[in-house]
């Protein structure tokens, strides 16, 4: 019985994975296309259609997985009879705000268009019209957050696969198909408005089927209101401040140093940051079943906890370490051996802050799942100020090269504070203790093979056949001494499923 969840735990985020990967895939086959039939002021403005509807989801106000978190305590408390009226409230709570959100962009559109955005004279009308869908899209972005919270907190994993991939990948589609008859993009973003609520009443129809007495519409439950607020609320300033804090440093960049200097820092940022689809898959998956855990056994949210610290270590650790031992051959093949010479100290210390980063995520969605987002949020407050006096110090002596160390001392910062408060309230055993001194030493171990390989004077595809026989060795030695059978069955188990 005990590896049962552990294997269920695997598969669903074998299928959140691919939520994020295909559609990935897709837009990097489909984009170059729009670009080149579009033209570049074109497909300028669909692109900020996608960002502007991505950045107005945070006028959801956390509600989404709020919606997850009290939906998974009540399914863990056994008080299915009351989830459809919680369920509700936030069902309308998000409707209101999505109409308020979609209200706000539409005022803005006279000034956006004409003030803001430097649009060409002959498409100021086709713009400004797009923009008006643009609006009309977000209340239903908004509340199909809601709807698919339901399903993560039933654990629909493989639902949501299969209503959102195909949805992602339309949404970079259906403008190249569209381009067959018109180059109007007004006509392409209300194509684009059609499939999402398309795709909304199909998520929508997932729920009912998965939550008994959803069907029969319920109106706001007022004992529901705080704690659904309260809880959000606290995320909205964690929403807020984190891409702050994550894209604050490319602009200072520029200002403290230069705009050849963004590009140095930001690609190879931009590399590292696919790299963050892994452990995204992981918490997705991990963050409703912390809330059940939490309810049911906080013996088993604390196992289930470094399991997963675990996991995520053994699993990016080779991947940072290549990106730290060979940054400067990486970035040579890449782009070249000058863009190298600038960038790869950078991308050094940057994969160094993904490894540190992604383990922060596990206490992080841990803290939030146990109604710890009032501390998250604060502990976000109080790293503020301090990276923004890192950032101005650093780069007075460093450079390039002190924004990302103030990026990775900011990050290892988050996960001091985040591990040590999840450690006042997990068991944490000798084992365990002992475990990730093992970790220390495997990483340790790793990084020196890795650092001798680049003084090794031979040719470059030697090197790269060398460091693919490390990465075989260490799986071997993985799966040897650091996987236990329960986790080798539950891979093994995984992998034969997709097969099947």
């Not at 296309?33 to 989801?57: A, E, H, P």
């Not at 008994?212 to 809880?231: A, I, Y």
């Not at 409703?288 to 270590?313: G, M, W």
């Amino acid at each position: 019985m005990a590896s049962r969840p552990l294997g269920s735990l695997a598969r669903n985020s074998g299928y959140s994975f691919l939520t994020q990967v295909i559609p990935l895939v897709a837009s990097i086959l489909i984009i170059p296309q729009l670009i080149n039939r579009l033209g570049t002021d074109r497909f300028g403005v669909l692109s900020l259609s996608w960002v502007f509807i991505g950045y107005f989801t945070l006028f959801d106000l956390g509600l989404g997985r709020a919606t997850t978190k009290f939906v998974a305590e009540y399914l863990a408390k056994e008080k299915q009879q009351e989830i459809p009226s919680l369920i509700w409230t936030s069902w309308i709570l998000l409707s209101g705000l999505g109409v308020i959100a979609g209200l706000a962009l539409f005022l803005l559109i006279p000034v956006l268009v004409e003030n803001v955005l430097k649009v060409p004279l002959e498409l100021i009308d086709e713009v400004q019209a797009a923009f008006v869908w643009i609006a009309c899209s977000i209340p239903l972005v908004i509340y199909t957050t809601g709807i698919r919270a339901v399903l993560e907190a039933y654990q629909r994993f493989e639902t949501i696969a299969l209503i959102a991939t195909p949805a992602s990948i339309l949404n970079y589609l259906i403008p190249l198909l569209a381009l067959l008859f018109t180059q109007r993009l007004n006509t392409i973003v209300l194509l684009l408005l059609l499939n999402r609520a398309i795709f909304m009443g199909i998520y929508a129809w997932g729920c009912l089927r998965s939550v008994p007495g959803l069907g029969k519409p319920k109106w706001l439950d007022r004992n529901l209101l705080g704690p659904l607020v309260c809880f959000g609320g606290w995320l909205t300033v964690t929403n807020i401040i984190g891409p702050l804090m994550a894209y604050l440093d490319r602009f200072l960049v520029g200002a403290l140093l230069s705009v050849s200097a963004v590009a140095y820092y930001v690609t190879p940022y931009e590399m590292l940051h696919r790299l963050q689809v892994i452990p995204r898959s992981l918490m997705i998956v991990l963050f409703p079943t912390f809330s059940s855990l939490n309810v049911a056994s906080i013996d088993e949210s604390s196992k289930l906890f470094h399991r997963a610290v675990r996991s995520l270590f053994l699993t990016m650790l080779p991947v940072t370490m290549v990106f730290i031992t060979q940054a400067e051959d990486i970035l040579r093949v890449w782009i070249d051996k000058d863009f190298a010479a600038h960038s790869a100290p950078v991308l050094q210390w940057l994969a160094l802050g993904v490894l540190i980063n992604t383990l922060a995520q596990v206490a992080y969605n841990w803290m939030q799942s146990a109604g710890y987002a009032n501390v998250t949020a604060q502990f976000h407050l109080l790293e503020l100020p301090i990276y923004l006096a890192l950032i101005w110090g650093l780069t007075q002596v460093f450079g390039i090269v002190g924004v990302a160390m103030a990026w990775v001392i900011r990050v290892a910062l988050d996960a001091v504070l985040l591990f040590w408060f999840a450690a006042r309230s997990l068991a944490s055993s000798r084992r365990n203790f002992d475990y990730f001194i093992k970790l220390f030493l495997l990483g340790i171990g790793l990084y020196l093979v890795l650092t001798m390989l680049t003084t090794a004077t031979v040719g470059l595809l030697a090197r790269i056949a060398l460091v693919i026989v490390v990465m075989m060795i260490y799986v071997m030695i993985v799966w040897c001494w650091f996987l236990s059978p329960e986790e080798r069955r539950a891979v093994l188990s995984s992998i034969l499923n997709r097969i099947r």
